[in-house]
């Protein structure tokens, strides 16, 4: 019986990329196979159809020879890498879509080694939770933070062997870091036993990190905290991290950033609010009061006769600066928001209170919001009634 022509078996074109082909390969093989058609012999020849067509199509040295010669090209030994009948085993061209679609499952990045020789490990990325003040948040900082975690070892310089000698390829694998094994349609892929997936043995480790090239120890580090910085904030310290295995690349440091609560003043962004106290009589006659700022100083700030608790007055630039700009540069900066509270006097002596009982009763139109509060209180009463 003749042989189907492998474009159209995948049910692509002469024309199709290497990813449309891929794709195409993907689509039929869910479709067809064996465990979604138990029992189904056209199903599972199909299956081997498609994946012999992936087989050849998926290598340009093939697809080039089958694209010119057809299926003669591999007949009769004309072209054949791998023995046996020249399309190799088909379940080397699923294990193929296997690795793309579940290599990160088995430890392996897409674009990485997983695919290649497995040398050095990068080692892992860690986190730092550091805390700072507002006022260091307003100027910026230098912190010192001590982190634990994992160095180089000294002893080998990060080869993981005695005397810094270049660990040896692993015999099992051959330096993939995998090793692989067929189970009737499919060929399952497992980290090597021997390397542990590194590709490599060190036939004589370090005495003082066992052939991991790392140790444990807390380094000092120095962080420079810019201006403007907020709670959530993310400082990245390329190379601080954990170390990586045998000679492997260093991950990084991200310091997390927390500014902490202010007795004083509350963040909003760019925009820093306090509540200040101004007595009945400022309040009721007008005058001026001291506020402090965030840089340390002091502005004196203008009330209005007759203030209500919860009036806002309003400091242009002696906010919190943008972040990665300095706090001097008050076109940028945020502003800062006074929120007035009316003190009721307490502890009064019998001639204050006197006086104050004086004052109520020549008092006329001065209480606009009692008067018209108690006004919708009577009109409320009256429908109540009728």
Known sequence: MAKRDYYEVLGVTRGASADEIKKAYRTKAKELHPDRNRDCKVSEAAFKEV??????????????????????????????RGGGNGHGDFGSAFADVFEDLFG?????????????????????DLRYNLRVSLEEAFTGAQKAISVPGSVACGGCNGTGAEGSVEPATCPTCSGMGKVRASQGFFTVERTCPTCNGQGQIVKNPCKQCQGAGRIEKERQLSVNIPAGVETGTRIRLAGEGEAGMRGGPSGDLYIFIEVQEHPIFIRDGRTLACEVPVSMVTAALGGEIEVPTIDGGRSRVKVPPGTQSGKQLRLRGKGMPPLRHGPGMNGDAGDMLIELSVETPVNLTSRQRELLREFENIQADNSPQTQGFFHKIKGFWDEMKG
């Open 51 to 80: 994946n012999e067509a992936y087989e050849c199509l998926k290598d340009d040295q093939k697809k080039s020879a089958y694209d010119r010669f057809g299926h003669a090209a591999f007949e009769g030994g004309g072209f054949n």
């Open 104 to 124: 990160d499952m088995m430890g392996r990045r897409p674009g990485g080694n997983g695919g290649g020789r497995s040398r050095a490990s990068r080692g892992q």
